[in-house]
């Protein structure tokens, strides 16, 4: 069973559907620059995993390259998004944040 951490008196509702993909993710935050590795992506938000998180109600900022297949192009679509992490789980050894994106806008 999963554990979770979520902020106080906030839940998050799911409200736009998941894709699951494994993408590469360097995360900003005011505790310094991580590594990461997306779960799975919405156009609301993203489950991430690394080895260390930022923590519960920070704001980042990331950019990822989304693959042309998803997008529909006939190149990668790079976007850069600031958000907010909402929660830490545990998926057995695995740590895992959920992030809001609040904005996004897409680089040329």
Known sequence: ???????????PVR???????KL????HSAQGELDAVTENISANGLLF????????????????????SVMGSQRDVTIH??????????HGDTKQAAAVIDEYFLKA
């Open 1 to 11: 069973m999963a554990r979770q951490q979520k902020p106080d008196g906030e839940n």
């Open 49 to 68: 995993v690394g080895e260390i998180l930022p923590a519960v109600n920070s704001r980042i900022e990331f950019t990822i390259a989304m693959p042309s």
């Open 24 to 27: 590469a993710l360097r995360v």
């Open 15 to 21: 409200t736009a559907v998941r894709f699951p993909m």
């Open 81 to 90: 998004c600031v958000g907010r992490v909402v929660r830490h789980q545990m």
